[in-house]
């Protein structure tokens, strides 16, 4: 079955429902799990001169979500590490996908978009992204968010 999944958590409801089916598959196939979230940068226009990225997320906060995922999954018998990545929205579907390749997994498990209105047209849905470029299975977690 699965022997390294690749767990994208967001700190949402559905990253939590990543999370718990994650914690299941790990526990059936023996699989090693690596939880990743990426701290989203956005652009933000800066006249004449080129924009300025900033973070939307603190670091602190970020690096917290990841450690206790890792905990969680660690408590449960799992092998798991983590870490906390930074890129553009536009850039998160493609950055999961290179850490998956790069680390030799063969599941990138994520939870669906969760933009609304407006939102939903600027921002291109993660999940889509990555299913679209994945070179490995993916699993679409719908949670109760």
């Not at 059936?28 to 989203?40: E, Y």
Request: glycine residues 10%; negative net charge; charged residues 20%.
């Amino acid at each position: 079955m699965y022997k390294k999944i690749l767990a994208a958590v967001d700190g949402s409801e559905y990253g939590t429902s990543v999370l718990d089916t994650v914690a299941s598959l790990a526990k059936l196939s023996g699989a090693s799990v690596h939880v990743i979230h990426i701290r989203p940068d956005q652009v933000v226009a800066g006249g004449i001169t080129a924009g300025i990225v900033v973070s939307t997320e603190e670091a602190d906060e970020s690096r917290t979500l990841v450690n206790e995922a890792v905990d969680r999954l660690r408590s449960e018998g799992i092998t798991a590490e983590g870490e906390v990545d930074e890129g553009l929205r536009e850039e998160l579907a493609a950055i999961l996908v290179e850490r998956a390749e790069a680390l030799g997994s063969d599941l990138i498990a994520v939870g669906p978009g969760h933009y609304r209105g407006i939102s939903a047209f600027l921002h291109a849905s993660v999940s889509s992204g990555v299913a679209k470029h994945a070179p490995v299975s993916v699993l679409l977690v719908r949670g109760q968010a």
